[in-house]
């Protein structure tokens, strides 16, 4: 026996685990594992297929400076338009995009993909020059 601990090899009794004296211990089962035991099981598979489709519906965020222009031009999104924002960002974040342009009607958005959040928004009356920088992908929504 080396640190407490007893390193000998062999069969455990059907009885259960040896004791520290040598004598058999019963063998029961841990609290919330054995017959008794009434929880359903879930598969790793459904478990990772639960966890991949929650992080596909991860909702999409505005930064400050978006929310910003959105109030200020009295813009609102309903329902409807935050559906096909997320669409449209799964579908750039398929297709390995990072930074998008997502039109959503008269509106251009600036997303970040893997954070799912709008950096910016650009409104029909503030369009300025029309230019686009630091974008790797466009997006119809």
């Excluded at 929880?39 to 991860?58: H, N, Q």
């Excluded at 974040?93 to 008269?106: H, P, T």
């Excluded at 950096?119 to 009356?125: C, D, N, S």
């Amino acid at each position: 026996m080396t640190g407490g601990i007893d390193f000998r090899s062999g069969p455990i009794p059907p009885g259960g685990a040896p004791s520290p004296a040598g004598k058999s211990l019963p063998a029961t089962p841990a609290p919330g594992h054995g017959a008794a035991d009434t929880r359903s099981t879930v598969s790793f598979r459904e478990l990772l297929s639960e966890k991949l489709a929650g992080d596909t519906a991860a909702p999409v965020r505005f930064s400050g400076h978006a929310s910003q222009r959105m109030l200020a031009a009295g813009v609102t999104l309903g329902r409807p338009e935050m559906e096909r924002l997320g669409s449209a960002i799964d579908r750039v974040g398929e297709r390995g995009g990072r930074d998008a342009l997502v039109l959503l009607g008269s509106l251009a958005m600036v997303v970040n993909v893997p954070s799912r959040t709008v950096l910016t928004v650009v409104t029909p009356g503030r369009r300025g020059e029309g230019v686009f920088t630091n974008i790797d992908s466009a997006v119809i929504a």
